[in-house]
């Protein structure tokens, strides 16, 4: 992850610029406005690896280890060794990978598992990265001297900086000419770090494609089982009955591919078991069983009461769900409801044909 982020970030942001300043010759009346100087830093964050966008500050092994075992032990370890949630951020690097700037358990058949600091070639990445993404649950919440702090404890724990060791954005220079895996980045791609600073101009591969000889073309497909087909009943019966997607008839052998379904035939009693559950859906969604059991009273009177009362009388139950009104079942009013010309006409018309039957 840290290995690909910078050069990504630094092709994205370049080409972000490059759209700017194409947009800065051109302005749009009552459209939008330009950006502070203030909104641009608070927006433009990132450190490069010439630390080009790195802020003062300064941080101690101590403080950090205090921050460390505060906020950032819970998900790494106290020593930052643990795997349970992310991969380990420190380990397997030695005084030699420092000297050479290459890490041999990279190389190591056998090594178990790879850390931050095995794999990660500048220092700024990681600066960048607690700055902006951590802790986990609180991003973008340490200060500048916090990330000083935290990242001096992580240098410490990997034996390249002493316990007294103080990180800021002068020392940050020394750690970098230290760091196990500063070699081990190949910048041969000409995707980083690009012609600013004296990078490839080369990308690293120039193939034609090449059209003979060609592997004849895979046909994929699937099946269920003949045992399985109907385990968990007719997949047809549980799908809409409208747009593209139909779901296999288990109840007979599998069809061709391709071959469209034909729609669900249901029966009068599942027809009106399927209104009777859109309609409570649609009372759910808008709050009515609150107030109102099927069959019982709660706050206002049960629906197979109103049922009753209001046999046929569609438009007076539209007007009485809009508008409200008191006095007819109690004292406690009924306030207007807010819901849709739809809704409103398909619970009264639920209701004057029976309601819950």
């Known amino acids: 992850m840290f290995r690909f982020r910078k050069a990504v970030v630094g092709v994205a942001l370049l080409g972000l610029a490059g759209f700017t300043g194409a947009q800065a010759a051109t302005s749009y009346a009552g459209i939008g406005r330009d950006a502070t100087v203030k909104e641009v830093q608070a927006w433009d964050i990132d450190v490069r690896p010439d630390f080009k966008g790195l802020p003062p500050g300064s941080g101690s092994v101590a403080k950090g280890q205090e921050i460390w075992e505060g906020k950032c032990a819970t998900c790494h370890g106290i020593f930052g060794e643990s795997g349970e949630f992310f991969n380990p951020i420190i380990g397997g690097v030695t005084p030699k990978d420092m000297e050479t700037g290459h890490v041999a358990n990279l190389v190591t058949p056998g090594y178990p598992g790879r850390t931050t600091f095995m794999k990660v070639p500048t220092i700024s990445t990681v600066w960048d990265f607690i700055r902006r993404a951590m802790p986990w649950t609180e991003p973008k919440s340490l200060s500048p001297d916090d990330v000083y702090a935290v990242l001096a404890f992580m240098l410490n724990l990997n034996g390249m900086v002493p316990d007294d060791f103080v990180l800021n954005e002068k020392t ?90 034909q729609p669900v035939k249901l029966t009068a009693q599942e027809q009106a078991s399927a209104e009777a559950k859109k309609i409570l859906g649609t009372l759910q969604k808008n709050g009515c069983t609150v107030c109102h059991g099927m069959t019982n009273k ?52 639920w209701l004057s044909t029976g309601g819950p039957q």
């Open 172 to 261: 940050i220079r020394d750690v970098q000419a230290k760091l196990p895996n500063r070699n081990g980045m190949t910048t041969d791609h000409a995707l980083w770090p690009g012609n600013e600073f004296g990078g490839a101009k080369k990308p690293d591969t120039s193939n034609v494609a090449c059209m003979k000889n060609c592997a004849p073309e895979p046909k994929l497909t699937s099946f269920l089982p003949e045992f399985a087909r109907n385990a968990h009943g007719n997949l047809a019966e549980q799908n809409r009955l409208v747009g593209e997607q139909f779901g296999a008839d288990t109840t007979h052998p599998e069809r061709a591919l391709g071959e469209r379904p």
């Open 298 to 349: 709660i706050v206002g009177p049960a629906y197979s009461d109103v049922a009753k009362k209001y046999a046929g009388k569609v438009e007076y139950l539209i007007g009485k769900i809009k508008s409200g009104g008191s006095g007819i079942w109690g004292a406690i009013p009924m306030p207007p409801q807010n819901l849709s010309e739809a809704d409103a006409k398909a619970i009264a018309t």
